[in-house]
């Protein structure tokens, strides 16, 4: 398995909520994140492994299905990917990744996942999160790391509290960031996915931010709730102009 376009949604499921998780096999998400990090309170982690791993094991998912490991600074990843891998996964995501070494540390432990389960080497892609200030900085090294890596994903709040920075609705304090992580994704042949935006309530301000996104060349954006998911399909989906210009190209091959 592997990731596969269109990713206009990528939403969080936390691995510790089994209705959500059995919710989550018939969302029109293009993606979910089965989430063993920040959606999974310290003193759950193991369970939750078990619930994600029963989940896996269970009916097949309509979205994409990806797993999110704790950070490597844990302690957890490595248990986190024996005890929740199953072949059903489409990539793995990483958070707070710091360089080049990380990625290489994942490879290793998904190839011996995929000797063990029979898949092929590579089967299952990475999809980093950028979310500290040196991972802005280094984002085209781990986008190149190799073809198993997707996709850069956008950790918003987690990178501005790691600058220092006062989150605002207006989101300038992430511009910079935010122009240089889709730029060093398309330089090494990835996508970028668009940090999360956190107002439920606020549908018009989601698809304003996820349209700025989609104007600066992002693919998709991470989601938090399944009431995100038709707002972002609609930033990221062609508007009515678009489509009318693509039927009369179809329009004017068949003439010709």
Same mark, same amino acid.
């Given at each position: 398995?592997?990731?596969?376009?269109?990713?206009?949604?990528?939403? *969080?499921?936390? @691995?510790?909520? $089994?209705?959500? #998780?059995?919710? !989550?096999?018939?969302?029109?998400? /293009? =993606? +979910?994140? &089965?989430?063993?990090?920040?959606?999974?309170?310290?003193?759950?982690?193991?369970?939750?492994?078990?619930?994600?791993?029963?989940?896996?094991?269970?009916?097949?998912?309509?979205?994409?299905?990806?797993?999110?490991?704790?950070? *490597?600074?844990? @302690?957890?990843? $490595?248990?986190? #990917?024996?005890? !929740?891998?199953?072949?059903?996964? /489409? =990539? +793995?995501? &990483?958070?707070?990744?710091?360089?080049?070494?990380?990625?290489?540390?994942?490879?290793?432990?998904?190839?011996?996942?995929?000797?063990?389960?029979?898949?092929?080497?590579?089967?299952?892609?990475?999809?980093?999160?950028?979310?500290?200030?040196? @991972?802005?900085?280094?984002?085209?090294?781990?986008?190149?790391?190799?073809?198993?890596?997707? =996709?850069?994903? &956008?950790?918003?709040?987690?990178?501005?509290?790691?600058?220092?920075?006062?989150?605002?609705?207006?989101?300038?304090?992430?511009?910079?960031?935010?122009?240089?992580?889709?730029?060093?994704?398309?330089?090494?042949?990835?996508?970028?996915?668009?940090?999360?935006?956190?107002?439920?309530?606020?549908?018009?301000?989601?698809?304003?931010?996820?349209?700025?996104?989609?104007?600066?060349?992002?693919?998709?954006?991470?989601?938090?709730?399944?009431?995100?998911?038709?707002?972002?399909?609609?930033?990221?989906?062609?508007?009515?102009?678009?489509?009318?210009?693509?039927?009369?190209?179809?329009?004017?091959?068949?003439?010709?």
């Amino acid at each position: 398995m592997a990731l596969s376009q269109p990713l206009r949604s990528i939403l *969080f499921v936390p @691995g510790n909520k $089994e209705r959500m #998780l059995e919710k !989550a096999r018939s969302l029109p998400a /293009d =993606a +979910v994140i &089965l989430d063993l990090e920040d959606g999974v309170p310290p003193g759950e982690k193991g369970p939750a492994r078990a619930t994600v791993r029963r989940a896996l094991e269970g009916d097949a998912y309509g979205p994409q299905v990806i797993l999110r490991l704790n950070a *490597f600074s844990t @302690g957890l990843a $490595e248990v986190d #990917l024996q005890e !929740a891998f199953h072949p059903k996964l /489409d =990539a +793995v995501c &990483l958070p707070k990744a710091k360089g080049v070494g990380d990625f290489e540390r994942l490879a290793s432990m998904l190839e011996t996942m995929e000797m063990e389960r029979g898949l092929p080497t590579g089967a299952v892609d990475v999809l980093f999160m950028v979310e500290s200030a040196l @991972g802005v900085l280094i984002a085209y090294d781990m986008a190149r790391a190799s073809q198993r890596v997707r =996709a850069l994903g &956008l950790g918003g709040e987690d990178l501005s509290k790691d600058l220092g920075a006062i989150r605002t609705r207006e989101d300038q304090e992430l511009a910079h960031a935010r122009a240089h992580l889709v730029i060093a994704a398309r330089a090494a042949g990835a996508l970028a996915i668009d940090t999360i935006y956190a107002d439920l309530n606020d549908f018009d301000g989601l698809l304003a931010d996820a349209g700025r996104a989609q104007q600066m060349g992002y693919s998709g954006k991470l989601l938090i709730h399944p009431a995100q998911i038709q707002p972002a399909h609609k930033a990221f989906g062609p508007n009515r102009e678009e489509l009318e210009y693509a039927r009369r190209v179809v329009e004017a091959f068949e003439a010709a």
